[in-house]
């Protein structure tokens, strides 16, 4: 079998149609980074008891922070087909807004590959421990709009989202 080869045009798949890991060893190393967005939403109650701090389990925010870089550093783990690369810097931003919980992750490596799913699972990390954190005070918390806002580097260059997407 060729690790070269595309089966219908899917570069995941062999010849006889199994998954596979892309080679990448011939692609150039680029400077990459990639930006995804994410919501929780939360109830008024929620959204006050972490504007005044008041999380029984704790400092939510800081927690989920840790968690989306965290998440970052075990994409390939999480993400069977996802190369392992080397992140050279992860940013967790969260802004507590009327509604919920704004998630900003930031990913940027120097390699082969890009950096989207470290970005995603960021994001989706930083959620889900938020989640954790408040569930108690509000059950019917949700992750939305996890997405992916731009990338930067490789052959395709920088990538941004439509506005009306």
Do not use: N, Q
Not at 50 to 69: E, F, H, T, W, Y
Not at 110 to 127: F, H, I, N, P, Y
């Amino acid at each position: 079998m060729s690790m070269g080869s595309e089966f219908a045009g899917f570069s995941h798949l062999d010849e006889a149609g199994a998954a596979r890991m892309v080679d990448v060893a011939d692609k150039k190393v680029t400077d990459r980074t990639a930006t995804a967005t994410g919501f929780v939403a939360l109830s008024a109650g929620c959204v006050a008891a972490l504007r005044a701090g008041d999380v029984p389990k704790g400092d939510a925010l800081s927690v989920a922070r840790i968690a989306g870089i965290m998440g970052a550093k075990r994409t390939p783990d999480l993400v069977p087909l996802c190369h392992p690369i080397a992140l050279h810097g992860v940013a967790v931003d969260l802004a507590v807004t009327d509604g919920g919980v704004e998630i900003t992750a930031t990913t940027r490596t120097a390699d082969r590959t890009g950096v989207e799913m470290e970005a995603l699972t960021s994001v989706t990390a930083a959620a889900l421990a938020l989640v954790d954190m408040v569930k108690a005070i509000d059950p019917a918390a949700s992750i939305e709009r996890v997405r992916v806002e731009e990338k930067t580097g490789g052959k395709t260059g920088t990538w941004r989202r439509a506005a009306d997407r």
